[in-house]
């Protein structure tokens, strides 16, 4: 059991002074085959109001590990951590420490939750795919990212009262992503109000025929948005 394929590699900073919109980057040397992948990665601040920031669910068809996203964080210094298990060899944890000023974190959301919900527009996804896909000239069984971007607002209806968080209002937020290549669920991601507005995502797939990638979100009230791109491949 190798270290350096089963160990995520955790990308974030260090130090940042925006908690609404921390990115988070997860990178694995693991192999994603039929007998041997990783079927589960979850990414957690368990110091947090929100402690997990989703749980991504690859497949083989993915190709690779890699994904990136963006989330919120309160002040302070915390650890991110990123655990992936592997359907053979159990689970593997990364961490990576990181320090928000105080008055800087983006966790509490409750003056504005209602007035959200009711004012930001939401629109429909945007599939990105790489150039080479879209002029039919990346080869058939290639990996690739993926990109796609959501305006649609995250709020987690918590508010910072007397040094703790209080629940004071249902969060509105979107709670999964789900990834379609043809008729296939290539993969999907567990979303949470821990996430920053207007998710913008990215992750790989390996371009193995020409068929539609499809990507699907749900939010909290239970309305679907989508998004459809066509493939073509040399």
Same mark, same amino acid.
């Given at each position: 059991?190798?270290?350096?394929?089963? #160990?995520?590699?955790?990308?974030?900073?260090?130090?940042?002074?925006? /908690?609404?919109?921390?990115?988070?980057?997860? *990178? #694995?040397?693991?192999?994603?085959?039929?007998? @041997?992948?990783?079927?589960?990665?979850?990414?957690?601040?368990?110091?947090?109001?929100?402690?997990?920031?989703?749980?991504?669910?690859?497949?083989?068809?993915?190709?690779?590990?890699?994904?990136?996203?963006?989330?919120?964080? @309160? %002040? /302070?210094?915390?650890?991110?951590?990123?655990?992936?298990?592997?359907?053979l060899h159990?689970?593997?944890?990364?961490? @990576?420490?990181?320090?928000?000023?105080?008055?800087?974190? /983006?966790?509490?959301?409750?003056?504005?939750? *209602?007035?959200?919900?009711?004012?930001?527009?939401?629109?429909?996804?945007?599939?990105?795919?790489?150039?080479?896909?879209?002029?039919?000239?990346?080869?058939?069984?290639?990996?690739?990212?993926?990109?796609?971007?959501?305006? @649609?607002? !995250?709020?987690?209806?918590?508010?910072?009262? !007397?040094?703790?968080?209080?629940?004071?209002?249902?969060?509105?937020? +979107?709670? %999964?992503?789900? +990834?379609?290549?043809?008729?296939?669920?290539? %993969?999907?991601?567990?979303?949470?109000?821990?996430? %920053?507005?207007?998710?913008?995502?990215?992750?790989?797939? *390996?371009?193995?025929?020409?068929?539609?990638?499809?990507?699907?979100?749900t939010n !909290? #009230?239970?309305?679907?948005?989508?998004?459809?791109?066509?493939?073509?491949?040399?």
């Open positions: 059991m190798p270290k350096d394929l089963h #160990m995520p590699k955790l990308i974030l900073p260090a130090v940042t002074r925006n /908690g609404t919109h921390v990115p988070v980057v997860v *990178k #694995m040397n693991h192999p994603m085959e039929q007998g @041997h992948y990783i079927r589960r990665v979850q990414f957690l601040n368990e110091s947090d109001p929100i402690p997990s920031k989703g749980i991504l669910h690859p497949t083989p068809a993915n190709g690779e590990i890699y994904f990136a996203f963006q989330a919120r964080m @309160h %002040s /302070g210094t915390s650890k991110v951590l990123a655990v992936a298990e592997c359907n159990g689970t593997w944890t990364a961490g @990576h420490r990181i320090t928000i000023p105080e008055g800087q974190g /983006g966790c509490a959301t409750a003056e504005d939750t *209602k007035q959200a919900a009711a004012k930001e527009e939401i629109l429909t996804p945007v599939i990105r795919i790489p150039e080479l896909v879209r002029r039919g000239r990346l080869a058939k069984g290639e990996t690739s990212e993926v990109q796609v971007k959501f305006k @649609h607002p !995250s709020k987690t209806g918590l508010t910072y009262e !007397s040094k703790k968080f209080v629940q004071v209002e249902e969060p509105f937020y +979107v709670t %999964s992503m789900q +990834v379609f290549y043809g008729e296939r669920l290539v %993969s999907r991601y567990e979303m949470t109000p821990g996430l %920053s507005d207007n998710p913008f995502l990215k992750f790989k797939l *390996k371009f193995t025929e020409e068929k539609p990638i499809r990507i699907v979100f !909290s #009230m239970g309305r679907q948005f989508s998004a459809l791109t066509e493939v073509v491949l040399s």
